[in-house]
T-cell receptor, first 112, second 116 residues
Framework: DAKTTQPPSMDCAEGRAANLPCNHSTISGNEYVYWYRQIHSQGPQYIIHGLKNNETNEMASLIITEDRKSSTLILPHATLRDTAVYYCIVRVEGTNAGKSTFGDGTTLTVKP | GAVVSQHPSRVICKSGTSVKIECRSLDFQATTMFWYRQFPKKSLMLMATSNEGSKATYEQGVEKDKFLINHASLTLSTLTVTSAHPEDSSFYIC????????????FGPGTRLLVL
């Protein structure tokens, strides 16, 4: 699976959009981009995933660059409860699809 | 949405005892489950992959005789930490994959193990 690079930490004001970047320059054509987050002392929570098109769900939006070498997770109106470690993961489909390699992630702190 | 539970949520045990952690998929059948451990302020480290009805595949450096994994049904996988020692104290997290070809993992809430 391709390696990802994320900034170690970011701050965001409550109510503002949080934009979390992820670099995955060695991503292969059949690898998806996944985002999870982990609130302190809990298991990771699935947020969103995509292959090459931008995606949106009730939690967030995922913007993937045309060359697919980077992506941005957008939380449109961050709340204090969005404070967590956010992990960007890339992996292929198939029998090993679930074998995710978690990097260090980005610690997002939403401030009042 | 898909829900994965773990039991117990936290356990304290004496050194030398064995501890069993259960991971259940509550509203879906999981052909594949994964076990991770996480140290404080560190990322998740994959320990092993288990497929229902077959032996688990362990990651390099993980002792299979130390961490026994059983995936006897499509909704239950267990991790047994045998002869636990203080260095086994950690946060153990399982995840489940709903089916072949499905990509999205759903994670349990984790089990915090403290070995005295």
């Amino acid at each position: 699976d391709a390696k990802t690079t994320q900034p170690p930490s970011m701050d965001c004001a409550e109510g503002r959009a949080a934009n979390l970047p992820c670099n995955h320059s060695t991503i292969s054509g059949n690898e998806y981009v996944y985002w999870y987050r982990q609130i302190h002392s809990q298991g990771p929570q699935y947020i969103i995933h995509g292959l090459k098109n931008n995606e949106t769900n009730e939690m967030a939006s995922l913007i993937i660059t045309e060359d697919r070498k980077s992506s941005t997770l957008i939380l449109p109106h961050a709340t204090l409860r969005d404070t967590a470690v956010y992990y960007c993961i890339v992996r292929v489909e198939g029998t090993n699809a679930g074998k995710s390699t978690f990097g260090d992630g980005t610690t997002l702190t939403v401030k009042p | 949405g898909a829900v994965v539970s773990q039991h117990p949520s936290r356990v304290i045990c004496k050194s030398g005892t064995s501890v069993k952690i259960e991971c259940r998929s509550l509203d879906f059948q999981a052909t594949t489950m994964f076990w991770y451990r996480q140290f404080p302020k560190k990322s998740l480290m994959l320990m092993a992959t288990s497929n229902e009805g077959s032996k688990a595949t362990y990651e390099q450096g993980v002792e299979k005789d130390k961490f026994l994994i059983n995936h006897a049904s499509l909704t239950l996988s267990t991790l047994t930490v045998t002869s636990a020692h203080p260095e086994d104290s950690s946060f153990y997290i399982c995840s489940a994959l709903p089916g072949p070809g499905r990509q999205t993992q759903y994670f349990g809430p984790g089990t915090r193990l403290l070995v005295l």
